[in-house]
């Protein structure tokens, strides 16, 4: 932490530089009630003792969210029985764009790590290959998927893989740093890493109190300058940064912001019946506008993917 005045400005979580503004307070209560009542799962133990959350930017363009209060393997099972994130995220047919561009790299026999692999949904993507799944919260459910975490099994199998890959995984976690540098170790020089995340602003973030986008869920939306910023941290090459269209599991984020009524400040969650009004209204006319519409083929995208290089 920096102190300025009496206000303690936390660090970045990339760079360890203080953050360059506060764009908001989120209080306890307020988060737990909206996931009670958005999602149906109480976060009140995972927040018990917490004062209130800051929502930070950094230096590089990193939004996080201090404390940085991560959801544990009991939030998770409750968060997916509702809404079926496996299924929609990396289940058996499910198809991702983001998938199918970091596919397009591997060869037959290649050594493949996905780190937050869910049910291994990638592996479809990439048959003939070497590969290993790692999930804290899931895995050991069948063979090729380990219930490990990326720092563990980096420090047991170091420079081993081809491509290592994660997908929509790295803003849960607390040490987003600690969990990439852990990636690049896991990588032989040469190889390629993806890292699919959120980013903003983009449809996700103009959706009044959209606390999917929140702790104990989101903890840091990204930017292209944070991904380079990462990259330089960790002496990787970047070789590429995409956005990645709406897929099957992002069209109700699309409709939804479609539909969202306009913010007259930046203000991403506020307990007020507006919102909160605006919240059900996003979710009822998006909801029936992903039923009966297709989405458009330049719809803008939630989240962005790096392709970068192990030197």
């Known amino acids: 932490m920096a102190l300025v005045g009496e206000m303690r400005i936390p660090l970045c979580p990339i760079t360890g530089l203080p953050a360059k503004r506060r764009v908001q307070w989120l209080y306890p209560k307020t988060l737990t009630l909206l996931w009670r009542y958005s999602v149906g799962v109480d976060i009140a133990r995972l927040v018990r003792g917490v004062e209130r959350f800051g929502l930070w930017e950094s230096p590089v363009g990193l939004m996080f969210f201090d404390p940085p209060i991560a959801g544990d393997g009991e939030f998770y099972r409750a968060f997916y029985r509702r809404v079926g994130a496996h299924e929609l995220l990396s289940g058996k047919r499910v198809a991702r764009a983001e998938f199918t561009a970091a596919a397009a790299f591997v060869a037959p026999g290649m050594a493949v790590l996905d780190v937050g692999c869910g049910e291994g949904g990638f592996q479809l993507y990439v048959p003939n290959s070497d590969y290993c799944g790692l999930d804290i919260n899931f895995g050991g459910k069948r063979p090729g998927l380990l219930a490990e975490t990326v720092e563990e099994h980096a420090e047991r199998l170091p420079a081993h893989y081809d491509v290592v890959c994660s997908f929509q995984v790295a803003e849960h976690v607390i040490d987003p740093l600690s969990f990439m540098r852990a990636m690049r170790d896991a990588l032989k020089p040469g190889g390629?890493?993806?890292?699919?995340?959120?980013?903003?602003?983009?449809?996700?973030?103009?959706?009044?109190?959209?606390?999917?986008n929140a702790p104990p869920h989101h903890l840091t939306w990204w930017s292209e300058n944070a991904l380079r910023a990462l990259c330089d941290r960790l002496g990787l090459e970047c070789r590429e940064i995409r956005l990645v269209p709406v897929g099957p599991h992002s069209r109700l984020i699309h409709w939804m912001a479609r539909f969202a009524p306009k913010q007259r400040e930046e203000r991403f969650f506020h307990a007020a019946w507006a919102s909160y009004l605006g919240l059900l209204w996003s979710y009822l006319a998006g909801s029936v506008a992903d039923r009966w519409l297709k989405v458009p083929p330049d719809a803008p995208s939630s989240e962005i993917l790096l392709i970068a290089r192990k030197p």
């Open 192 to 212: 390629i890493l993806f890292l699919g995340v959120p980013f903003w602003p983009t449809p996700m973030t103009a959706i009044p109190n959209f606390v999917l």
